[in-house]
């Protein structure tokens, strides 16, 4: 039988290695810029667009997305076809595939300063935005399925497992969390609402770690590091113990990001339950990963590649291993809200994301070009000054995560809070956020460095946009012989590995869901809960718009800590109408879910247009423009509208006269105002937003007086 002759695409490749470059280094930027932010407020840069609260997911989205996202792609491209012996299935997606995904990116990088955001953690982007996501996923998983069917190789790799599993795993993610009803081009409510909501989401944020920043790197270092090594993967058991074993654990685990909220306490002690389970699987793939290297340790001591995988082996295993201990609700207790929670995240990604993506760039690059590495020595100092940058990141992080923590559940002698005023926390832990804008700045250095290294490389190189290659045909499908392993009968079937994959996906997410949507006693109502008001709807949409949610959170939980600090905690019954849930994931400043009349309505404008004047020391940037930009009254009839048609109990017809309802409200809060001698127009931001805030908590204090 004579060999097929064909030719590997690495020009796709190149494009996506370009792209993973040029959007790390922009997202670690921005990164760095809101680093800065939290120790000097003047790093706001007195603009609207460049809040923390605008550029927080504008990172989260171009480090995940952006960098990671065309790193996935360059390495899936690269090691697709030749696992497979086969051209990508066509040329043509390739580049729809490439182009869509940068076009996504640049509409994130546009639409999120401008604060069109749905508030959902890393799902920001926009209904629209989020069609296209759908579309171009679609194009990738055609172009990967067509290659796999044209494969020379009868048995799908361990990579293509991985692969395969996170295609379909983030296509459902992704679905299932964007369920949205439209109100403009660029505005939209979720489905769900409340504990419903936020069960969602959540599903989705944890396992957009798992399948994103996870499955797919798992995939990477299962067809890289062999390669660096010249080492056959230790043990094809293990790897198949690992995958399927992870793939069913993990979709599970997302409710331990809602410890002591309203959700329901059974999912809780699901979510708990399984995120310990995930330490198994997890660390077998570690240690399948570091076990390949047996026998080849001085070859680490000499390759820089492997000393970067290596890191980020050891960085997964951490991060895996202190997941679930943070999902022990003794722990989660103390480092829920807090800066610890920003530590773990950032071992993950700058050790296991960031170092795995700069070793598989470094192997890589001198391939396609045909060359050798520029220098070994700039990749040996990339990689020093890299692993400082992550310690000196996130070691002050676990420190100041450890004092917030503390400091927020401590009391005196006397039985009060020793430390009552929130911010006393915030100027505590202020050094170490500038220790840790020093690592990442560091961190980015070294990216920075790499780039210039990789760049010479391939000045010295010549791109080989068609690499020659030949190989065999696959044979005609066999039956499986008697007594075969089953695995390696599923291993030739990339269909029945997808269907397989997706059943075990859905298990976890099913068992979960369908209780809390489907019996109303996971949710129980309160009586005196009422559908916000016209104004309300304009200020919480504002409130989603500035970022707010990204620095306050929205959930008392039941500590005497807490409802000492804060006021009741919060009930299930309370989000019924909060389309999306804006419980947080962090507390920058103090949760906000008691704030309805506690202060006046001065008290907020001054708050709002001058943070440190109201309170000393505060890093909040100020909010002078709400001021003086108008509330966009044409949008009210269509939000209560959207809003009524997904369970909101406006009344037939409300639409119709909602501005008049709105402007009677407004008008009250700006004589309220104008008492205390500020003027401003009953239309401005400013009003909408006081209103919001002043009715947070108000209905369970009605409740009470009943």
Known sequence: MQPDKFYYDNKIVRDFAIATMVWGIIGMLVGLLAATQLFSPAANLGSQYTTFGRIRPLHTNAVIFAFVGNAIFMGVYYSLQRLLKARMYSNVLSKIHFWGWQLIIVAAAITLPLGLTTSHEYAELEWPIDIAITVIWVVFGINMFGTIFKRREKHLYVAIWFYIATFVTVAVLHIVNSFEIPVSAFKSYYLYAGVQDALVQWWYGHNAVAFFLTTPYLGLMYYFLPKMANRPVYSYKLSILHFWSLIFIYIWAGPHHLLYTSLPGWAQSLGVAFSIMLIAPSWGGMINGLLTLRGAWDKVRDDVTLKFMVVALTAYGMATFEGPMLSLKEVNAIAHFTDWIVAHVHVGALGWNGF?????????????????????????????????????????MYWSGFTQGLMWKEFTEEGMLKYPAFIETTIRIIPMHMLRALGGAMYLGGVLIMAYNLVKTARAGSLVEQEYAEALPLPVEEKPAQGEFWHKVLERKPMAMLVVSLIVILIGGIVEMVPTFFISSNVPTIASVKPYTPLEVQGRDLYIKEGCVNCHSQTVRPFRSETERYGEYSKAGEFVYDHPFLWGSKR?????????????????????????SMTPGSIMPAYDWLAVQEVDTTTTAPKIKALRKIGVPYAEGFEKIANQDLMKQANEIAAGLKADNIEVSPTSEMVAIIAYLQRLGVDIKADKKN
């Open 356 to 396: 795995l993506t700069f070793g598989v760039m470094y192997w890589l690059i001198p391939r396609i070009y045909k060359t050798e590495l520029y220098s070994k020595k700039l990749a040996s100092v990339h990689f020093w000054i890299g692993t400082l940058g992550i310690l000196f990141y996130a070691i002050p």
């Open 588 to 612: 920058t400043g103090p949760d906000l879910h008691r704030v309805g009349g506690k202060y006046s309505h001065a008290w907020h404008f001054n708050h709002l247009i001058d943070p440190a």
